[in-house]
Every structure is written in structure tokens, then in C-alpha cells.
């Protein structure tokens, strides 16, 4: 597998990327774990590409990044050849249907063991910039 092809954010629609905006009042809370952080990415980026309008912060509960910087992260692991496409792949696939694989379903299984790897190894990143607790 090439690694020399780079992962990239979906291409956006006229809509211009806008920095996070929490409040004073507010307060940002990181994310559970992992896949909770790149399901919410991946629901995001989606929104985004659907030409909706930024609204990362927005909703009921404040974030602590946007969703381009779970993704810069991810860029990272692949630059530094700790994740390949296979893992974006997997990612990106059940990130688009906004759940993990399940385990217990042997069709599911394969992509199971890819999706935890590369969330394995998206963790410790996450943790260091405060996104995942």
C-alpha cells in the first residue's frame, strides 16, 4: 500500500471554516473517548460538506477543537506511517454511518479489529491536546 497519497478533508462547499467559539459562560467539555470524538467529526464534516453552516460549538454541549483538528491528528499517525488508508477507510466508513462496527457480527468483525487499532492510536494524541479525557 503507497503511502504516499495524503489524507484529506472532505472538499468543502462555499462554506467558510470558522474557528471554534465557546463563551466566558461556557465551558468546553472533552469527549468520552475516542470513537465518541470521531463519530461527532465525522457527523460534522458531513454536515459541513452538505453545505451546512459551522456549528462544531453550536449545539447543547461545547467542544474542546473542531473537527479539522481530530483530523489533523489523524493526518499525523498516517504521516508518521502509525496508521494506512485501510485504517481512513474503516474510519471513515462507520464514522459516515455515525456508529462502530459491531464484533459480534462476523461481517463486521475484520473492520471491528481496524476501527479499535486505529482509535488505539488515535488516543494518546486526543489525550494530549485535552479533546478526549
Not at 82 to 109: C, K, N, Q, S, Y
Request: positive net charge; proline residues 8%.
Amino acid at each position: 500500500m503507497s503511502h504516499s497519497a495524503s489524507l484529506r478533508l472532505p472538499p468543502r462547499t462555499g462554506v467558510p471554516h470558522r474557528p471554534m467559539s465557546i463563551g466566558p459562560s461556557e465551558r468546553a467539555q472533552p469527549f468520552l473517548d475516542t470513537a465518541e470524538a470521531w463519530i461527532w467529526t465525522m457527523a460534522t464534516l458531513t454536515a459541513r460538506r452538505d453545505g451546512a453552516r459551522y456549528t462544531a460549538n453550536k449545539g447543547k454541549v461545547g467542544r474542546p477543537c473542531d473537527p479539522d483538528d481530530i483530523v489533523k491528528c489523524l493526518d499525523t499517525l498516517y504521516r508518521q506511517r502509525r496508521i494506512d488508508l485501510l485504517h481512513a477507510r474503516i474510519l471513515r466508513i462507520w464514522g459516515e454511518r455515525g456508529m462502530a462496527p459491531d464484533p459480534r457480527h462476523a461481517t463486521e468483525r475484520a473492520d471491528w479489529k481496524i476501527w479499535k487499532e486505529a482509535l488505539d492510536r488515535l488516543e494518546w494524541p486526543l489525550r494530549v491536546k485535552g479533546i478526549v479525557v
